[in-house]
T-cell receptor
């Protein structure tokens, strides 16, 4: 039973390029969350998605960042025209369909983005 | 404005002794709390959770205590083992937001010395 998978694990981009981070949730999970961890800081919520729907994007920067979770395939976090300040670890988490009870989120290993 | 605070960036404990990690929160609407453990170069791993209807939850060597009036929770690890050395994050969420938008603290680095 595979856990949450993220790829690539490490991504290096030059300023102005695009970064695409992929996340495949655990089997049976239909909720995906993206978090960003800057050096020496905790995880900051970015966006919460269900299949084909963005439920909460209150943590997403207004420009250059977008996320999707298509009907088929992984969730994608896309960062356009990257800047040095985007360098961080980006974690994806998934949880089962909500049953009205608190759902634990299970995290992937993260993608470490370095912008040169 | 940090809604979830972990005021100790690091903690060192001798193997076999108790580790106590603390977490304070400011948002009285939070009613579900979790602890995650994180090793370097890995994603956070869920450890234990507690809802606000309880004041204690125990799972093996790990116990979480919740003091709602003080807006404080703590994680106790007894006995501590070298493999427990990691960064521990406290997280919280709001009742009608189960499973969504967890707010994380900055983490406490625990070192268990042999």
């Amino acid at each position: 039973n595979a856990g949450v998978m993220q790829n690539p694990r490490h991504l290096v981009r030059r300023r102005g390029q695009e970064a695409r981070l992929r996340c495949s949730p655990m089997k049976g999970h239909s909720h995906v969350y993206w978090y960003r961890q800057l050096p020496e800081e905790g995880l900051k919520f970015m966006v919460y998605l269900q299949k084909e729907n963005i439920i909460d994007e209150s943590g997403m920067p207004k420009e250059r960042f977008s996320a999707e979770f298509p009907k088929e395939g992984p969730s994608i976090l896309r960062i356009q025209q990257v800047v040095r300040g985007d360098s961080a670890a980006y974690f994806c988490a998934s949880s089962p369909s909500s049953t009205g009870l608190p759902d634990t989120q299970y995290f992937g290993p993260g993608t470490r983005l370095t912008v040169l | 404005d940090q809604q979830v605070k972990q005021n100790s960036p690091s903690l060192s404990v001798q193997e076999g002794r108790i580790s106590i990690l603390n977490c304070d929160y400011t948002n009285s609407m939070f009613d579900y709390f979790l602890w995650y453990k994180k090793y370097p170069a890995e994603g956070p791993t869920f450890l234990i959770s507690i809802s606000s209807i309880k004041d204690k939850n125990e799972d093996g060597r790990f116990t979480v205590f919740l003091n709602k009036s003080a807006k404080h929770l703590s994680l106790h690890i007894v006995p501590s083992q070298p493999g427990d050395s990691a960064v521990y994050f406290c997280a919280a969420s709001v009742g009608d937001n189960y499973g969504q938008n967890f707010v994380f603290g900055p983490g406490t680095r625990l070192s268990v010395l042999p």
